[in-house]
């Protein structure tokens, strides 16, 4: 069992940074590939990134790249979501995610375990 618990979110305006913290708890974390999705208002949840268990590999969805990085910090049993150059599309609600694999995937259903989720909005 992983219990994930998402914060960082908050209100920034556009061209701004925020930082996503999503602390784990259990004893497979550190074997678990992780993954950050977002939801938009009336919309699916989105994958954003995944990184897999020890951080050797990363993917991002388009919209992200050059722009978001996730990293993971075993020994804390965290992962991390650095947005920069934030715009006001990115505005959602950020959920972590664990798989019980170890590599990383973009869909959604190779993730058995999820945080409550963290507003972020962006102004313009």
């Known amino acids: ?3 994930l618990v998402e914060s960082g979110g908050g209100l920034v305006q556009a061209g ?6 999503c602390a784990a708890s259990g004893r497979t974390f550190v074997w678990s590939a992780m993954g950050w999705f977002l939801q938009a208002p009336g919309k699916e949840r989105e994958f954003v990134a995944a990184i897999n268990w020890n951080g050797g590999s990363t993917a991002y969805a388009d919209s992200v790249k050059g722009r978001f990085t996730i990293s993971r910090d075993n020994a804390k049993n965290t992962v991390y979501l650095q947005m920069n150059s934030l715009k006001p599309e990115d505005t959602a609600v950020y959920y972590c995610a664990a798989s019980r694999r170890n590599y990383i995937s973009q869909e959604r259903y190779e993730y058995t375990y999820w945080g409550q989720g963290t507003q972020v909005t962006v102004s313009s």
């Open 1 to 3: 069992q992983v219990q």
């Open 16 to 21: 701004g940074s925020l930082k996503l913290s």
